[in-house]
């Protein structure tokens, strides 16, 4: 064990084991974690090569290889909890996407939702059998979220009771499916549906795509891997393109809407239905943004604290990194984001199941406000979260470039939660939707309540005489109550200032769509403070949980840093509201150097309480044992580049050019 | 050509060519750059495989067969001017780093520097023909930056007139330089001198490190790659453990610092005479940043222009994306910042070649500003355009995460450059001591000069009794002039800041040491400060040396972008400083939208203007022809996973799995 960081360990000044049972939701959950870690990373069938020294080819099969082997040993070990089976796939996995992600997270649970019961006899067992392996294919080229764009088309042919799915044009080809360029043999295609000379809109079609003895396409169906891209290599993101494909009829999903023989077409009751999946699906991501956060941090902190360079004072030894200010000022605040984003994922975990019990009851009261939540967290949490890991790679200098540091693959299986699942900047604007919706109807006079009460309570106080200029003395920079009543405020006026935005276009005689368009980057910035009020209450909220003083002293700290250092990023928008005054801001730096302080003896013991087995760190430089540098020199030695001592690129050019000059 | 784009252009108020030629200053030198282009985009021996498809080792060996050609054909046409050498180098490697790099840039120049003229008799011709490959090994496995910290021993054994170069420790370990995995069979050490029992710290000795003929390591001498790294792939970096190696007397280069036969040190004459080729190499990154920023704008931009998403109007068809407020402010303030880049890239390259004839007839008295502007000015620029292309290529949506966007490419080329050369924010605290420094002469009464004049006047308007909250009223916030003013103000007042915050640690009975760390967040946005100025400053004062009205005129709304963006961006500090007043910074919110619309028309019509041939582009999304679908098909298509139809991976674990099941 490294010397400096046992010091860090015992320097710390609470008990690092009652931090980690709290954030797994107590101590049984973390020693049931821990058994499926040691299931995992005792296996010898999980072993594996590391990727970042094997072509891609390599890397889909290793990963295929481990899917299955994870099918088996699940049976076989009759875990069959879907929290348990997460956790147990994204561990085995080291947290990277693969081939399967889509069969198990998309495929299986639509033929749930959306099969009959005919259909469920058909597909389900095969599918769950790994017989049939299946994808889930909407996005196409040239089309992304907005479904009315989709082109393919799906029609309905009474003369032989078949469907017809056609890709009419290049950009109608089916893109970024996960699992479909070599993986799978069906696809759940949605597509236009056309029947009796009327079109539909989107529905789902169970469309077969490989021989299932050969894995060869069939006849009509072109299929492949979409090619590298940044990350995600052991996914095989596919093309479709399907040339007048004939399927029987009860290939469409039919437990909503029907297509009968005849061609005639019903409707589905609700099309709220699928709401339910996207809010839960959206909370996961935020809670694995605050899990690649957490191992940035702890990558980025255990490594300041061994890593010494250049001088503070003249004449001394090299400091530990950690030391620096400017080192501290980069990291702590994202220790302090981590901590928050990963209890606002519980948050929304917790909510989504608390309602969706009323969601099956066919009770959607509660789901625009989450729905409206868990757009903006998403957005906010995910781009937030991508910021942070580039400051983290960067704050390890040269070394955090090296894929030994785990840094860049923690960056590309990051930063596409920024696009999936809802573009972030259509995310923001959802939600701002709803903000402006909220806040004409507070206008109008009525009391709401959830998350955006306090449009009702800004607009009661703007019809009071108080003035503005009057507030600001009774905000306390130490006050986490006070703290999340000026977010609030905040969050207030700048919906306030959209919706004029908006009114102030409309005056100019624009349309609502072009008055809309015309002041979205004011509604961006207010979903954006209204999601930073959110967590800067539920962050503060989760501190009247902790019962531990040690604990709740630390986390307090770490929330008043995550509290103010977003007030001094955002100063402009307090100063304008006039929550702040110029003092107040001043103030506010030098608290926040004094916090920095502070969190300083305990950074290390922080990090270690998102205790993350050094197998799934898979990080030379976040090693729990701060052994960096003998290990970083054997990561090297055993890349592939090095497998023998002169490259043959010596002798085939470098040698032969002496002759030429 | 795709119709949207050809609109586009014919939309535009100016004439790109004469913008072409202003940027490439003269319409001569666009004529010889295109001269060069087509010098190598014509050749066949210059055809290359797609990188993204290849594994590291083909594309090290595809770099390095090259690189080879190159050094032929330079020869062959007869490319001496240093400029059109790097030109056609980073044109011929579309912009990628490569394993003579450091050959090229760095061994051969420091022979150049520092090489009696002996030892350039010995030395020189068989570098200068590839025989000797050579490499620049500073950087430790332990130790980056900080010279002093340098492990590597060099010891004068007068009895064989020989140094001694050893690695003592792991940490010691050369870690990073280019080109030393595989490619180099020579290497400059830098090592801590030891003769005669004194250490007279680091000096640079040539050291063999791989057999001429074989180029298999010389005994004592364990080297290799270091192993994959974020981008760079195509780059050898490499690590060099010296085990007592034994090189004659004469491999220390000893033009400015010697050693005697028997062992007697002299010093160099001058410490500074290293400084000059540091502020070229950082003017050079500011210019490389700048171009892949040019790069990330042309696709992101061409792509918003091609690309059709989602509604505007409620019926109506789907809109370019271009058309979205959110994107106009996302990539129209980066379109703004890469013209400003730009044109200070230039600029410094300009001052050091004014200043470099001074330098050589050792007046350094320009020297210290320079270096301070670089340091900064390397850190601010690199910083910004990091987090710009990440920015570029999530405005793409999904497609900019495929390789075929190149966007990634760029941007792990580029983030290197926030650490490389100087971290960045080491950097920016070089900048902040010269600022402190200046500060200081001006507050003792000192006229300042140069770039920092403004902080003697700042100190005389001090002391007049013209109260600040007089000033905000003067600012109009359409006049550049008027915004230099108040963005050097904000510097003044921050630098101000700094200085105070460290009096006020001095007074808390720190040392001057422990003082200077506790506010070296402060310094931070102090240098910051200073550079946004400066560049504000230098894209003003760019303007009045446009003649064409038309040009004049969209560049003005650039520079004017550029400026409010920023101050929006940090309107905390303007409010703070009393230069500008609410409303005001309301106003520019407003005006801020005014100028994307204004904007518009002419987006695609300024990144053609930057005419980065397709070729050097290589990027699928950023096509000139707009053609993007149709080629993305095709690109997909010819990655390797499509190579087969069936993966073997169906045949080994997928079908078998049935079995079992």
Redesign the interface.
Known sequence: MNPDIIKERQNATFDVEKLINILDRGPEKTKRRREIESLIFNDPDFKEENP??L???ER??QA??KS?NM??KL?EYGITDPEEIYYYKRCMHRNRPEPLDLHLGMFLPTLLNQATSEQMDHFFMPAW???I?GTYAQ?E??????L??LETTATYDPATQEFVINSPT??S?K??PGGL???SNHAIVLAQLHTQGNCHGLHAFIVPIRNMD????LPGIVV?????????SEV?NG?LKLDNVRIPRDNMLMKYAKVDPDGTYMKPPSAKLTYGTMVFIRSLIVGEAAQALAKSCTIAIRYSAV????????GEP?PQII????QQ??LFPLLAMTYAFTFVGQYMKETYHRISGDISQGDFSELPELHALSAGLKAFTTWAA??AV?VC??SC??H?????SA??DI?VEL??M???EG????MM?QTARYLVKSYQQAKAGQQLSGSVSYLSDAEQRRVQPQPVAARPTVVDINDLASLVEVYKLRAANLVQ?AAKSIQQELQNRK?Q??A???????L?RASDAHCHYVVVKLFTEKLGEINDTAIHSVLSTLALLYALHGI?Q???????A?LLR?PQ??QI?VRI?DLLSQLRPNAVALVDSFDIHDNKLNSVLGRYDGNV??N??E???S????AT??????H????P??A??
């Open positions: 970042n020294f072509s891609r080819s889909y099969d295929v290889r299955v099918i088996l049976r059998n790994l017989e392996i996005t080229m040239g089309h992304g979220t907005h009315r764009g290049v950009s080809i893109w970024w360029g070599k993986t050969t894995h060869i396409p492949g891997d979409i090619g590298p891209k940044f990350g995600f095989d093309f890593r010494h360079q250049s001088e503070i004072r003249p090299e030391d620096y200010q400017t000022y980069k991508n910021g580039e790679r960067m200098g040269g955090g470039y090296s894929c030994s840094l860049p960056y930063t596409p920024c696009t999936y573009e972030n900047t259509v604007l200032l349309s769509a072009d809309w368009n015309s002041s979205a980057t004011d961006v001094q955002n100063s402009g928008d307090f100063l304008l006039g110029g801001v001043l730096s150097k540098y003998e970083l020199f990561w090297a030695r890349s592939p580049l090095n001592e002169v490259h043959e690129s010596f085939k050019y470098l040698k050019l002496r030429k000059l």
